[in-house]
Nanobody, 123 residues
Framework: QIQLVASGGGSVQAGGSLTLSCVVS????????MAWFRQTPGNEREGVAN???????TYADAVSGRFTISKDGAKNTLVLQMNRLLPEDSAVYYC?????????????????WGQGTQVTVSS
């Protein structure tokens, strides 16, 4: 059974940085395509970044150049480094996974979800 445990959210001022982590159990990250999503109240969950089984990455336009998604194979962990944060980045962030190759930012393409972690960016 694949399980994901996310951590690292918090409060930061605009322009600051945060690092989110998602520990994976039940499968190795090298065999898993993974992504980060975010959601604000009243809105649909939106894709932020994806990393596939070849470690190729895809980013939403809103975060490209500011966020970096990566896998730490030694720790079997997914990481999202968020720099130059903006107030509009405030949301609950979720990690997601699916066995095999997927290059997608669509919610429906992922089968396993972690619990959310809150990110709040103040102006």
């Amino acid at each position: 059974q694949i399980q994901l445990v996310a951590s690292g959210g918090g409060s930061v001022q605009a322009g600051g940085s945060l690092t989110l982590s998602c520990v994976v159990s039940g499968i190795t990250t090298s065999r898993t395509s993974m992504a980060w999503f975010r959601q604000t109240p009243g809105n649909e969950r939106e894709g932020v970044a994806n990393i596939d089984t070849y470690d190729s990455t895809t980013y939403a336009d809103a975060v490209s150049g500011r966020f970096t998604i990566s896998k730490d194979g030694a720790k079997n962990t997914l990481v999202l480094q968020m720099n130059r944060l903006l107030p509009e980045d405030s949301a609950v962030y979720y990690c997601a996974a699916v066995p095999g190759w997927v290059r997608s930012l669509r919610v429906r393409d992922y089968t396993v979800w972690g619990q959310g972690t809150q990110v709040t960016v103040s102006s």
